[in-house]
C-alpha cells in the first residue's frame, strides 16, 4: 500500500506541516526552535512534522534538516526504478 506525504502550509499562521500518510491520534515533540515531531500515539512510529514560525523566525529560514522515518524511506525505495 502506497503512502502519500501531506505538506501544507498556512501563510496568514505562518505554519508548516508535513504529514506522512493518513492523520492519527498522536502527540507532538520539541525537536528544535518552532520545530515539532509528530508520533503516532499507538505505534510510536514519526508521523510527520509542525513548524511554526517559518517566515517570521529570528533568522531567514532557508531550510530544514529532518530524518526520514525508515518506513518511509523504504516505500520511496520500492518506488524508484
Same mark, same amino acid.
Given at each position: 500500500? *502506497?503512502?502519500k506525504?501531506? #505538506?501544507?502550509?498556512?501563510?496568514?499562521?505562518?505554519? !508548516?506541516?508535513?504529514? %506522512?500518510?493518513?492523520?492519527?491520534?498522536?502527540?507532538?515533540?520539541? #525537536?528544535?526552535?518552532?520545530? %515539532?515531531?509528530? #508520533?503516532?500515539?499507538?505505534?510510536?512510529?514519526?508521523?510527520?512534522?509542525?513548524?511554526?514560525?517559518?517566515?517570521?523566525?529570528?533568522?531567514? !529560514?532557508?531550510?530544514?534538516? #529532518?530524518?526520514?522515518?525508515? *518506513?518511509i !524511506?523504504?516505500? !520511496?525505495?520500492?518506488?524508484?526504478?
Open positions: 500500500m *502506497n503512502q506525504m501531506h #505538506i501544507y502550509y498556512d501563510k496568514e499562521a505562518d505554519y !508548516l506541516e508535513i504529514r %506522512f500518510g493518513e492523520p492519527t491520534e498522536s502527540t507532538y515533540s520539541k #525537536i528544535g526552535q518552532d520545530t %515539532f515531531v509528530r #508520533i503516532d500515539k499507538k505505534t510510536g512510529e514519526v508521523r510527520g512534522y509542525a513548524i511554526y514560525n517559518v517566515q517570521k523566525g529570528t533568522g531567514a !529560514l532557508k531550510s530544514i534538516d #529532518i530524518e526520514i522515518p525508515a *518506513n !524511506l523504504k516505500i !520511496l525505495k520500492s518506488q524508484t526504478v
